[in-house]
């Protein structure tokens, strides 16, 4: 589960050590599924600016052509 810094300063004043609870080498879920990001009011959308869109499109394509 995902801890904010609020949620870490929390536990970390009632007596808890950081090393106790938390663990740091985990990408953030955002950052596995970029360039695809979502937006409240569109749903799911690939990133336009990303450098990775054209190669991330061109997976897409294969998976569909060959599931």
């Given at each position: 589960m995902e801890l904010s810094s609020k949620d870490i300063k929390r536990l970390e004043e009632t007596g808890y050590r950081r090393e106790e609870f938390a663990v740091m080498d985990e990408r953030p879920l955002g950052c596995h599924l970029y360039p695809v990001v979502y937006l409240v009011n569109e749903g799911a959308i690939v990133d336009e600016m990303s450098n990775g869109t054209d190669d991330f499109?061109?997976?897409?394509?294969?998976?569909?052509?060959?599931?």
């Open positions: 499109r061109t997976r897409i394509e294969n998976k569909r052509k060959n599931p």
